[in-house]
């Protein structure tokens, strides 16, 4: 696979040193553009001290582009500033103490990234995991990772509503197994105590009353598939602790037979319950949970994700009315943005569905649409987006942050998600900000030397 990056070379890094990490880039097959360069998906930020300046530069660097910063330094980097480089922007830090023989490293980290991100704009997760907002994306990155490079078991905790099946379904989805079995869902709020044993590892032919025929449980049908246990919080304690042999050693035996069988299934398990609170007063076995969370998943609220509010509805309006291509009125974009969402994404999809009911016609959705109870009261806020703004401009003024400061974060934190939000597209960003493509170029030019 052919690679392509952007080099900048930032302070503490000798003439030699940069050219012989040009010539071992080159070597390993990367094609290099000498700056930052919004179509490239890339970026290398190489530098041999950690300041203030080098993270200002890896921030500006890190606003349209994945990127793998370097450090070459003979000296140790101190623990606490090579964390400071992610939170900065980077994706990665490799600490060099000298310019290494092969870029191994380097392409290895490309072409996973590369990898992940070519899923994550593919179309079977766009078009089923809908949301632009950086925090679902970053989401929907680490949930690729597992599902498609890893054969982790993963535990999806979150509220109602909030895509926890449909994680699922990709998780199975993106796995490589080769001959790949089929996706169990088991939800466990329906398990019945008394037949709980059959449900999930079968029983044999007259084991209880009214068993006339073998059955085959969850397990055995997940044989070289997902098994996906839903709402796995509201198990019983004594049905936690079945669970726990089959789970880790994938043995289990029908009811009514002394027979151990093998099973191979991928493990995916969802609830709304805080399973680690759980864990600490007594509620759910410790033992349980540390095997089925390798990887831990937290959804995240609509309230967490307002960014994806329009998006979601668009989805939504196209589902419900295929061909019409509706579209909805400002006022209601407007309503739908600043509405609060008890029930997250299945809440908006149910208001979705009663706005296209309500409508007639094929001009675009409008507050007519919008059911009387469903209205916003007289006076409400329409500048809900300030919330949480407010917040962080308080807990800035405890910190006595001045008025210069907060500006300048405001100003950079916007510039930031615009670009995000474009995928890296400089004017498509401007145009979202207000701003001309030349004033946001030095807005970032000045942020750089900064």
């Known amino acids: 696979m052919a690679l392509s990056a952007w080099i900048q070379f930032l302070e503490g890094v000798a003439a030699d040193t940069q050219l012989r990490c040009t010539t071992l880039f080159r070597s390993a097959g990367i094609a290099l553009r000498p700056s930052p360069d919004a179509t490239e998906r890339f970026g290398l930020v190489v530098f041999g001290t950690v300041n203030d300046r080098v993270l200002g530069?890896?921030?500006?660097?890190?606003?349209?582009?994945?990127?793998l910063a370097v450090c070459v330094s003979a000296a140790r980097v101190q623990p606490a500033d090579a964390w400071a480089i992610p939170r900065a922007g980077a994706r990665d830090v490799l600490v060099w103490r000298s310019v290494p023989e092969t870029a191994d490293q380097v392409v290895a980290r490309f072409e996973r990234w590369n990898r992940v991100e070519e899923i994550l704009d593919s179309a079977r997760v766009k078009n089923t995991l809908v949301g632009c907002s950086p925090k679902w994306r970053t989401l929907l990155r680490s949930v690729i990772e597992?599902?498609?490079?890893?054969?982790?078991?993963?535990?999806?905790m979150g509220e109602s509503g909030t895509g926890k099946e449909l994680i699922a379904a990709l998780v199975h989805d993106l796995d490589r197994r080769s001959e790949k079995g089929k996706l169990v869902v088991v939800d466990c709020t329906t398990i019945v105590p008394e037949l709980s044993g059959s449900?999930?590892?079968?029983?044999?032919?007259?084991?209880?009353?009214?068993?006339?025929?073998?059955?085959?449980?969850?397990?055995?049908?997940?044989?070289?598939?997902?098994?996906?246990?839903?709402?796995?919080?509201e198990l019983s304690l004594p049905l936690q602790a079945q669970l726990l042999r089959t789970v880790q050693e994938h043995h289990y035996k029908r009811v009514g037979s002394n027979v151990?069988?093998?099973?191979?299934?991928?493990l995916i398990c969802a609830t709304n319950r805080d399973l680690e609170a759980a864990v600490a007063n007594g509620q759910f076995r410790a033992d349980l949970y540390y095997?089925?969370?390798?990887?831990?998943?937290?959804?995240?609220?609509?309230?967490?994700?307002?960014?994806?509010?329009?998006?979601?509805?668009?989805?939504?309006?196209?589902?419900?009315s295929p061909g019409n291509g509706l579209t909805l009125d400002e006022p209601v974009r407007e309503y739908l943005l600043t509405r609060e969402y008890p029930?997250?994404?299945?809440?908006?999809?149910?208001?979705?569905?009663?706005?296209?009911?309500?409508?007639a016609g094929l001009g675009p959705i409008t507050i007519g649409d919008v059911p009387e109870e469903e209205r916003p009261t007289a006076g409400a806020r329409a500048d809900g987006w300030l919330d949480g703004f407010e917040s962080?401009?308080?807990?800035?003024?405890?910190?006595?942050?001045?008025?210069?400061?907060?500006?300048?974060?405001?100003?950079?934190?916007?510039?930031?998600?615009?670009?995000?939000?474009?995928?890296?597209?400089?004017?498509?960003?401007?145009?979202?900000?207000?701003?001309?493509?030349?004033?946001?170029?030095?807005?970032?030019?000045?942020?750089a030397t900064h």
């Open 343 to 359: 029930g997250n994404v299945r809440d908006l999809r149910r208001v979705v569905a009663v706005l296209c009911h309500r409508h």
């Open 260 to 266: 151990w069988q093998q099973t191979n299934f991928r």
């Open 57 to 67: 530069a890896v921030r500006a660097c890190a606003d349209g582009a994945i990127v």
């Open 146 to 156: 597992v599902a498609a490079f890893s054969q982790s078991a993963m535990l999806i």
């Open 199 to 233: 449900e999930l590892f079968g029983h044999e032919r007259g084991a209880f009353t009214g068993a006339s025929n073998a059955r085959d449980g969850a397990f055995a049908i997940a044989n070289g598939g997902t098994l996906f246990l839903d709402e796995i919080g």
């Open 291 to 320: 095997r089925i969370a390798d990887c831990v998943c937290r959804t995240l609220p609509l309230r967490e994700r307002k960014e994806d509010v329009l998006p979601l509805a668009s989805h939504f309006l196209t589902r419900a």
């Open 392 to 447: 962080a401009i308080g807990q800035a003024l405890e910190l006595s942050v001045g008025l210069k400061d907060i500006g300048r974060a405001a100003s950079e934190t916007a510039i930031k998600l615009a670009l995000e939000r474009e995928h890296g597209n400089l004017h498509r960003a401007a145009n979202r900000l207000g701003v001309t493509d030349r004033a946001l170029q030095m807005r970032r030019a000045s942020r």
